[in-house]
T-cell receptor, first 113, second 117 residues
């Protein structure tokens, strides 16, 4: 079956602009996660959705970052007033339920100039 | 304190030989899970193997096995009969069951494995 998909695969933007990153989880998976991976580092947790609600958003670095999952499937990570330090690969993962194995998408590589 | 520590930035192995990638963890939660993921140069994180804290036996998945030593808080990945396609970055990760963060994975810094022909 289809895995986790993320769009766009690459995004180049200018400092101060707004960006949206999309994640389409594996069909039937109720849990969805966003991580951020800087070059040469392991992924860092941002936010976890169980269904439509954010069960844990403790990893969001500041209020410029926001994520939604309005129908319990597709999720959008939104970054306002982007900064050069936001440049990273944003990874999305999903799992059947919150305590099960997470399967990752290919990531969106964000570059803020 | 680091929750997941991978002390080997890089490892080299000859094709067809076995290799062990080290991972130690730190948690006070009695219920947790340990994962290994592979990340090739293409960037996608590929799940390899899982070990639960209450599992009595070490996990195995094909050529991958997890050497789980609970008292030492280590969860080393063993890859047998290495193949050229095993060359990649490998991450150890932990999920703790306590509180609202039970869905969250905490990753180590990773180990780059290079398999030589």
């Amino acid at each position: 079956g289809a895995g986790v998909s993320q769009t766009p695969s690459n995004k180049v933007t200018e400092k101060g602009k707004y960006v949206e990153l999309r994640c389409d989880p594996i069909s039937g998976h109720t849990a969805l996660y966003w991580y951020r991976q800087s070059l040469g580092q392991g992924p860092e947790f941002l936010i976890y959705f169980q269904g439509t609600g954010a069960a844990d958003d403790s990893g969001l670095p500041n209020d410029r970052f926001f994520a939604v999952r309005p129908e319990g499937s597709v999720s959008t990570l939104k970054i306002q007033r982007t900064e050069r330090g936001d440049s990273a690969v944003y990874l999305c993962a999903s799992s059947l339920r919150g305590y099960e194995t997470q399967y990752f998408g290919p990531g969106t590589r964000l570059l803020v100039l | 304190a680091q929750k997941i520590t991978q002390t080997q930035p890089g490892m080299f192995v000859q094709e067809k030989e076995a290799v062990t990638l080290d991972c130690t963890y730190d948690t006070s939660d009695p219920s947790y899970g340990l994962f290994w993921y592979k990340q090739p140069s293409s960037g996608e994180m590929i799940f390899l193997i899982y070990q639960g804290s209450y599992d009595q036996q070490n996990a195995t998945e094909g050529r991958y096995s997890l050497n789980f030593q609970k008292a030492r808080k280590s969860a080393n990945l063993v890859i047998s009969a290495s193949q050229l396609g095993d060359s990649a970055m490998y991450f150890c990760a932990m999920r703790e069951a306590g509180g609202t963060s039970y869905g969250k994975l905490t990753f180590g810094q990773g180990t780059i494995l290079t398999v030589h022909p």
